[in-house]
């Protein structure tokens, strides 16, 4: 199955790769080695691969379709794209656009694309290379950029970019788009629809946000980089290393996942590859996962 029916909201997965990223240990610094062995029959093969220890994870969107209008949810790490800190990311060639295609959806279809927060991995397919300039790949969409993230991560404002993951970044992937007339930065919430809304998700980024979606008795949560492997659910107080605030990101993460537990919803993560899609409950101090949505890739 790759696409799921939620109320109103049509949801079809498109990912533009997946597999290993980094070393457990760097990846989440403070997790213990123990907590991956305890829970390996959970992480592996899609999660973990604990033959040489690295976490596995996808690069993907989520494609909406609601009211009539058609949704992107985060963008990937694109094509092209100069990318001296993460070398597997350096000039890609993936066949995102095709799989796109294979959705019944063009580039010019797109209303609108939402950037859970503007980390490399999140707004590379907002532009493309065309004769040497970056355009926006959606030319009639309107991009929803969080302003926090907007100003945090220009490079006028943070000189600390150079040299890390977000090199570049914001010049080939942001403000192209900005220029073009077609970003709306909002702040605190924004409602998308009658069964979308935007709200603020601050800790890994200042930016950082969910998409949740309330339809017909349905509840989902598109939960960004809330959490990049199901260890957090059992474990979340453990941040990423690139979590810009621990103290805000771990109490995000207790609220929306508590939220998710209260309300029944589906838990759709940036980064989870798999089955991709989950559902949680309390446990003890964190939370369980009850169950996976079978979302194939497409």
């Given at each position: 199955m790759n696409e799921l029916q939620l109320g109103d909201v049509t949801i079809t997965r498109i990912e533009e790769m997946h597999g290993p990223v980094m070393p457990a240990g760097h990846f989440f610094p403070d997790l213990p080695a123990a907590a991956w062995a305890e829970h390996r029959a959970a992480l592996v093969p899609d999660h973990f691969d604990d033959r040489d220890d690295m976490v596995q994870v996808a690069m993907q969107t989520w494609l909406l379709r609601s009211e009539g209008e058609t949704i992107l949810i985060d963008t990937?790490?694109?094509d092209d794209k100069s990318r001296p800190a993460v070398e597997a990311w350096d000039h890609l060639r993936t066949g995102y656009l095709d799989n796109l295609a294979?959705?019944?959806?063009r580039p010019e279809d797109v209303d609108l694309v939402v950037n859970t927060h503007l980390h490399v991995d999140h707004v590379g397919w907002n532009t493309r290379l065309a004769d040497g300039v970056w355009v926006p790949t959606f030319p009639n969409a309107v991009y929803l950029m969080p302003k926090a993230d907007f100003e945090f991560w220009h490079p006028a404002r943070n000189p600390g970019i150079?040299?890390?993951v977000n090199e570049n970044v914001f010049e080939d992937s942001v403000a192209p788009v900005h220029a073009a007339g077609q970003v709306h930065l909002w702040e605190g919430s924004h409602r998308i629809d009658s069964?979308?809304?935007?709200?603020?998700?601050?800790?890994?980024?200042?930016?950082s946000s969910v998409v949740v979606l309330?339809?017909?008795g349905d509840r989902a949560l598109f939960a960004g980089d809330l959490v990049h492997t199901p260890l957090q659910v059992a474990h979340p107080d453990?941040?990423?290393?690139?979590?810009?605030?621990?103290?805000?990101?771990r109490a995000t993460r207790r609220r929306l996942l508590g939220w998710a537990a209260?309300?029944?919803?589906?838990?759709?993560?940036?980064?989870?590859s798999g089955h991709g899609a989950l559902e949680v409950a309390h446990r003890g101090s964190g939370f369980e996962i009850t169950n996976w949505a079978p979302l194939a890739r497409l």
């Open positions: 990937g790490v694109g294979a959705a019944g959806v150079a040299g890390g069964n979308l809304r935007l709200e603020a998700a601050p800790g890994h980024t200042p930016g309330e339809s017909g453990h941040n990423s290393c690139f979590c810009e605030d621990p103290e805000q990101a209260d309300a029944t919803a589906l838990v759709l993560p940036a980064h989870f």
